[in-house]
């Protein structure tokens, strides 16, 4: 119900004119462009592990990687900005960001060690995700971007569910890493 209430307002936002205003500033194009290659992130250490290691939930949520990552193009269309990932080429592994890159080889490598480490790596990046994404819907007053930025958190909070259930499965129960421990608990209770 919630996603197709954000994807309705996401629409009726679009309809009404607010998808194209004419500027944003620094802050907001910088916020749009980081989150298109957070998005890549996730999607390409989540491809990494499903080649390691198969099965789900890298499968699916690196299918729902791209999606995220496809509906911050559409921002990047609208305000008519360069896409960092079509300067690279989208090669994976591969980011214009320094800080994105430096954590893409660390996420890998430590996700390679086992599947557990590689569940505790998707949890890791939801949790990068939802505290970057709450980060930047402060920083617009932008009904459209703010939409988006929902979804995506909403999306991310599920992904880290997925994750923290299959680590529970092991008997393993993750301790959050970037999100304090309230909100870590609100969104794992949810």
């Not at 194209?20 to 802050?27: H, T």
């Not at 462009?33 to 499903?50: G, P």
């Not at 505790?120 to 971007?145: F, N, S, Y």
């Amino acid at each position: 119900m919630k996603i197709l209430f954000i994807a309705l307002a996401t629409q009726l936002l679009s309809i009404a004119g607010f998808s194209q205003p004419v500027s944003l500033n620094q802050k907001e194009k910088d916020a749009i462009l980081y989150m298109r290659e957070e998005e890549k992130l996730a999607r390409d250490v989540y491809d990494s592990m499903y080649t390691k290691w198969s099965g789900n939930p890298f499968g699916n949520i690196r299918q729902s990687e791209q999606t995220h990552m496809d509906r911050m193009k559409i921002l990047i269309t609208d305000y008519k900005l360069e896409d960092p990932v079509t300067i690279n080429g989208d090669k994976p592994g591969v980011f214009t960001n320094a800080l994105l890159q430096k954590y893409y080889k660390e996420l890998v490598t430590t996700g390679s060690q086992s599947l557990t480490e590689a569940f505790k790596v998707g949890a890791k990046i939801e949790e990068l995700d939802i505290a970057d994404l709450e980060e930047r819907i402060e920083q617009t007053k932008r009904p459209d971007i703010i939409a988006q930025y929902n979804y995506l958190k909403m999306a991310s909070e599920n992904h880290l569910r997925a994750f923290v259930r299959r680590l529970k499965m092991q008997e393993i129960y993750y301790e959050p890493i970037i999100l304090g421990n309230d909100e870590f608990d609100k969104i794992i209770s949810h």
